[in-house]
């Protein structure tokens, strides 16, 4: 099983870094998590967010955050549209799902036909 998460959306932030003071290097960026296994794929609804100041390479946490910065968050939050959750079976999984069907459909003909001996 793969986990891995894929950017829905970017945003620039004009705020002001609370490491390097610079005001044109903030970059939040909202993830949605994706599962991977050997019988399907899942996008999920869970939702991450990072902000990472370009100029100073540095994780902005939520405990750094600004009133600002905390602002312009929850704008960005309510404008970010996520992917719909779903998950689609591989061809493996139809294999195993028909393989159990044509199993049960034989053993009850099996016991159908030993019942009426």
Not at 27 to 35: A, D, E, N, P, R
Not at 61 to 89: C, G, H, M, N
Not at 97 to 106: F, G, K, L, S, T
Request: hydrophobic share 40%; proline share 3%.
């Amino acid at each position: 099983m793969s986990e891995k998460l894929i950017n829905i959306k970017e945003v620039a932030l004009k705020n002001n870094c609370p490491e390097c003071f610079s005001n044109d290097g903030l970059h939040l960026t909202f993830k949605q998590k994706i599962v991977n296994t050997k019988l399907y794929k899942s996008i999920t609804s869970d939702i991450s967010h990072e902000i990472e100041c370009k100029t100073c390479h540095s994780i902005i946490y939520p405990v750094q955050w600004t009133d600002d910065i905390d602002r312009v968050f929850e704008y960005q939050k309510k404008a970010v549209t996520p992917k719909k959750s779903s998950t689609y079976l591989k061809k493996a999984s139809w294999f195993v799902i028909i393989a159990v069907i044509i199993i049960i459909i034989a053993i009850t003909l099996l016991i159908i036909y030993y019942t009426n001996l």
